[in-house]
């Protein structure tokens, strides 16, 4: 299968584009800022891409199947003005595509953060209101691609990731940090230990936009979560248990956070992705953890 994929060098991107790439898919890559080491496995093929710009011919004449868009520009800066940076970028090269003659189904990466300031479980039918400009920007572009999508007679699967982890994600992200952390001999700073969310492994992430291409008949808004809460305790916890072999220093800090772990955080329900995509994530918070310790040392 044809597929153009966005954001191909970044966290998510780097690795599906080698995913795709093994399971025989001919993908081209775009990213603003090419990065060898991020650009998928050997031989793959790479166009810089600035996003709303006029489409370089060579990829008006690859002419894909499938649109895999993942670029956003600037994170971790989400104010206003990178935002609406990125709707009018986004949009303007959704008109672009038109050019693209045998597009039949697109992917994109939403966000859990499209549902706002909501806690507990969250329904993809739920309505919403943006309580920031990400997530307005997300809900905004949502509504944009599926009306595009519809005129045009494309499928449009917009998946709303969860805390997605792994190996090559920020450094500064939670789980990164503890890892870091722990390997430093360091006592991690648990200063919420209640606070929670849901974290998913790449891994399952992968799976899921690979089920999405390459199922023949599936569209919509899809959660991508692990389906349950983690507390920063409970991943503090793993993280000194993976790496050291016990949770002395995260025990002191324990007490009960089942019933404030779903008043604090998002949850995805993660029952249409099961019904619509046969998917369901396989990677437990400890083995996601060991597989990002080991595969980021």
């Not at 775009?30 to 996003?51: C, D, E, L, T, W």
């Not at 706002?116 to 997530?135: I, M, N, Q, R, W």
């Not at 507390?231 to 007490?255: C, F, I, M, P, W």
Request: proline share 4%.
């Amino acid at each position: 299968m044809k597929i153009l994929l966005t954001g191909a060098t970044g966290f998510i991107g780097a690795k599906l584009w080698s995913v795709l790439l093994h399971r025989g898919h001919d993908v081209i890559g775009v990213s603003r800022h090419p990065s060898a080491k991020n650009i998928g496995a050997s031989g793959a093929r790479h166009v810089r891409y600035v996003m709303g710009e006029a489409l370089p011919d060579s990829l008006v004449s690859f002419s894909p199947e499938v649109l895999v868009h993942l670029a956003w520009n600037g994170i971790p800066d989400f104010s206003a003005k990178t935002c609406a940076e990125n709707v009018g970028a986004q949009i303007r090269f959704l008109g672009e595509t038109e050019k693209f003659k045998n597009l039949k189904k697109v992917l994109v990466s939403g966000s859990c953060l499209e549902y706002g300031d909501k806690k507990g479980l969250c329904h993809e039918t739920e309505a919403v209101l943006p309580d920031s400009y990400f997530s307005w920007a997300k809900q905004t572009l949502s509504n944009y691609f599926r009306l595009f999508c519809q005129q045009r007679h494309i499928g449009l699967l917009w998946f709303r990731l969860f805390y997605v982890y792994g190996p090559g994600q920020r450094s500064a992200a939670l789980i990164p940090t503890l890892i870091d952390v722990s390997r430093a001999g360091r006592k991690p700073e648990i200063k919420n230990p209640s606070a929670s969310n849901d974290f998913i492994y790449i891994d399952d992430v992968l799976d899921a936009f690979v089920k999405g291409i390459e199922h023949r008949e599936c569209s919509g808004v899809l959660n991508l979560g692990s389906g349950r809460p983690a507390s920063v305790l409970e991943v503090a916890q793993t993280v000194e248990n993976v790496l050291k072999g016990d949770t002395n220093y995260s025990n002191k800090h324990a007490r009960t956070f089942e019933e404030e772990k779903l008043k604090s955080g998002m949850v995805a329900d993660i029952s249409q992705a099961k019904s619509v995509l046969g998917w369901e994530p396989n990677t437990s918070l400890s083995e996601g953890i060991e597989k990002t310790w080991k595969l980021s040392a």
